[in-house]
């Protein structure tokens, strides 16, 4: 018993004490991990801030959106259009969206539409392997501008390798959600989104269109899927088992709360470093493995304390 | 009213005559496959090699003594519940083999072969016992269990090192797929453990996670493996490669099982030079058989394959799955005398098949693979492999022919096919008769 507490409550932290360099390693592939996982839930973030719509196809928009850009590159388009071209593309798929989706099931209870993005879902699946093949594409990282090899850092007793180019996938996650803070706080278009999100009728009434809105909404939503996309797909590869990572973004949000930027990314970076220090440091008293459920566990542990999650809005009804 | 009924009565059996005619005159392969979700890379050149083949056979010789095969691809996503919902669907047709290119679906559809007399062909994966034939009478898992994997691989691995006493003391990591499949072999590998006198340490990498391995890879830069075995699906594999290299994992210590394709290492670049695998067939075009896929069904636009894949490490896995499933049914069709078999004859058929020397060269693969025999009791083989080195474009074979330890594999087998038995109640005792002499 004592020697279980000792593993539990003792050992970890002789471990870091021990080798800081893994230590400080661990906590350099969680920050990035934690990165890419706050990009995800912006896009959910964007989409429900806007709808208060769970866009449940936000997982399998990251992969479209990536394989749209690697599928036409290798059918020799130049890497650089390739991507303005996806782009594009997720335009025409945040037209389609509003279009087909949203404006008809307009004023439909919000599980109507949350199962319309069920649907949307596998459209996109089915879409995409009709046109671009269940195999996995490589991403043409040195077409994109995006760096090869990695910083070996001799220091905290050890190595650290931080590779390069996840230090461009966490500049690239946090000029974006910089980016898209100054889009919502300092923009017109970006207030108009506010008070969509606040009151669809009294938007309405003082003539923003809730139309234009839900497209630009789906259109960045679309870009920042592309981003995470593209940059994960840069350290594997882009194929279909991507959008089970995005599902990750579902312990983001619950920690984050569903309507909060700020939220998105604070949720994004304990639940990627928090999953990787659990793997690491208790992983191995379970047989390794539970990275796939602690993001959950986590999760499930703060719904206790804060249901509407750290930044998220308190909901008060008066009955 | 005579004339109308004469002419229902022509009409009737006009219209009925073809149905029954292509039930006489085809035999139903129906082929489990997964072109899409996680596990697509992989699973789509396999589809293409057993397709392929089994196409040429119609192109070529009319099908199999005559008979045209009828294939039908069923897409299971590598979704067990998907793969039983194709079983089910395939069922009424009249297979005569399914290959459920799965362990999970393998697992799943064992008890059902005896029951429905459809035989079932797992190549290389699957329930391990299941090579016993005598317990196991309706399934077939030729050439090579996981265990007999591991074997092989720990006896290249002790070859490295001095032998396989010098194995004494060492770190052994593995790493594998959170499901039945990679599960399979840690028992065995518990065993040679205890035997050998080596440590093992275990990395699990759930299907939701295959593409973010970081932290798996962090513990072994930890740990500090001598060795590590990689028993890997889909984007687990280049994943784990890529991971490897970027925590500087020296790759002439890192093998896996039969499964990475060229593709799964080329992603890491220069660095998965010096990765191996084992294998037990050639991987590449320069066979008889693979010019006559190339010439009547890839140049014809008959195939999915885009015609560079054709001779890649997995497309040559789905044409040796096919020739199996071929040599089956033609061994049915002289154990019985008919033309159009069903499950039962093919099953038979299996049981009685050898594929020595000259019989590889008559299906234009002499070189492409080792003899192998099965038996009414060893449905298996256990055969040997070797071991391939990825050189930056394609492997190259690097080791001699290595025989899997069948004194350490039998007795577990054995053992584990008599619990399996034990486990599900009622298990049938085997009254098939056996044909092999």
């Avoid at chain 2, 996503?77 to 459920?100: F, I, Q, R, S, W």
């Avoid at chain 2, 340490?201 to 990689?230: C, F, G, H, T």
């Avoid at chain 2, 199996?324 to 039962?344: C, F, H, P, S």
Wanted: aromatic share 10%.
């Amino acid at each position: 018993m004592m020697h279980l507490l000792y593993q539990i409550f003792i050992d970890p932290f002789v471990q870091m004490a021990g080798a800081p360099d893994l230590l400080v390693q661990t906590l350099w592939e969680g920050f990035v991990g934690g990165m890419l996982y706050a990009l995800i839930a912006l896009g959910f973030v964007l989409i429900f801030k806007a709808s208060g719509v769970f866009n449940f196809a936000q997982g399998i928009m990251m992969v479209f959106a990536a394989l749209t850009m690697v599928g036409l590159y290798e059918k020799g388009v130049p890497a650089p259009l390739a991507l303005l071209l996806a782009i594009g593309v997720m335009y025409l798929l945040a037209v389609a969206v509003e279009r087909l989706i949203l404006r008809p099931l307009v004023n439909q209870p919000d599980i109507m539409l949350f199962m319309a993005t069920f649907g949307l879902t596998y459209v996109l699946i089915g879409v995409g392997e009709l046109i671009f093949g269940g195999s996995p594409k490589e991403v043409p990282t040195a077409q994109l501008g995006l760096p090869k090899g990695a910083y070996d850092i001799h220091a905290f007793g050890g190595l650290v390798s931080l590779q390069k180019i996840d230090i461009a996938a966490a500049l690239i996650a946090s000029i974006m959600v910089a980016a898209l803070a100054v889009f919502f706080q300092k923009t017109r278009i970006g207030r108009a989104l506010r008070a969509v999100a606040d009151d669809h009728q009294a938007a309405l009434s003082v003539g923003i269109s809730l139309n234009q809105i839900w497209v630009i909404v789906w259109f960045t939503a679309g870009v920042v899927a592309l981003a995470t996309g593209i940059m994960w797909g840069a350290r594997s590869d882009v194929s279909f088992s991507l959008q089970v990572i995005a599902l990750k973004a579902l312990p983001v949000l619950i920690l984050g709360g569903f309507t909060s930027v700020p939220g998105a990314i604070v949720g994004g970076l304990i639940i990627g470093i928090g999953e990787k220090l659990g793997e690491f440091y208790w992983g191995p008293l379970v047989g390794g493995g539970i990275d796939s459920w602690l993001a959950y566990a986590i999760a499930l542990a703060f719904l206790l304390f804060k249901p509407e999650g750290l930044f998220g809005e308190k909901i008060i009804e008066r009955i | 009213m005579l004339r109308k009924t004469l002419f229902a009565m022509l009409a009737t059996t006009t219209l009925a005559a073809p149905a029954a005619v292509r039930a006489e005159d085809s035999i139903f392969v129906p082929l489990f496959t997964y072109r899409t979700g996680a596990f697509g890379g992989s699973g789509t050149p396999i589809a293409d090699g057993m397709h392929d083949y089994l196409s040429m056979l119609n192109e070529r010789d009319g099908g199999i003594g005559g008979v045209k095969l009828a294939i039908e691809e069923c897409e299971t996503g590598y979704d067990t519940k998907k793969g039983l919902e194709c079983y089910e669907a395939v069922k009424p047709k009249g297979p005569v083999v399914v290959n459920p290119w799965s362990t999970g679906i393998t697992l799943s559809l064992i008890p059902k072969a005896a029951v429905d007399k459809i035989p079932i062909l797992s190549m290389a994966y699957g329930l391990s016992a299941s090579a016993q034939g005598d317990t196991f009478p309706w399934v077939f898992n030729p050439p090579d269990t996981y265990w007999d994997g591991m074997s092989m691989i720990l006896k290249y691995i002790g070859a490295q090192a001095g032998g396989l006493d010098k194995l004494k003391g060492k770190k052994i990591g593995y790493i594998y797929l959170d499901a039945g499949f990679g599960k399979e072999p840690l028992p065995f590998l518990d065993q040679l453990a205890k035997d050998y006198g080596f440590e093992t340490k275990l990395y699990p990498v759930a299907a939701a996670e295959m593409q973010n391995q970081s932290a798996q890879w962090l513990n072994v830069r930890r740990d500090r493996p001598d060795y590590m075995i990689m028993y890997g699906w889909g984007a687990l594999q280049p994943t784990a490669i890529k991971e490897a290299v970027k925590i500087g994992y020296p790759m002439e210590k890192f093998i896996s099982i039969w499964w990475p394709s060229e593709a799964d290492a080329k992603g890491a670049g220069e660095g998965a030079v010096g990765f191996k695998t084992l294998n037990w067939h050639a991987a590449n075009a320069d066979f008889p058989v693979i010019k006559d896929i190339q010439k009547l069904v890839v140049e014809k636009g008959k195939s999915q394959s885009p015609k560079e894949a054709v001779g890649t490490v997995l497309y040559n896995r789905g044409v040796y799955n096919s020739m199996l499933i071929a040599e089956a049914i033609r061994n049915a069709q002289k154990l019985t005398g008919k033309k159009a078999v069903n499950g039962e004859d093919v099953r038979r058929g299996f049981e009685t098949m050898n594929v020595d020397a000259a019989r590889l060269k008559e299906l234009g693969m002499d070189g492409f693979t080792g003899a192998f025999k099965l038996t009414c009791a060893d449905h298996n083989g256990h055969r040997p492999t070797f071991v391939q080195r990825f050189d930056g474009t394609k492997y190259v074979k690097v080791s001699d022919w290595i025989e899997p330890m069948t004194d350490k594999v039998m007795p577990l087998l054995e053992a584990d096919a008599k619990a399996y038995a034990e486990k599900n109640a009622g298990w049938p005792k085997r009254t098939e008769a056996c044909d092999a002499k």
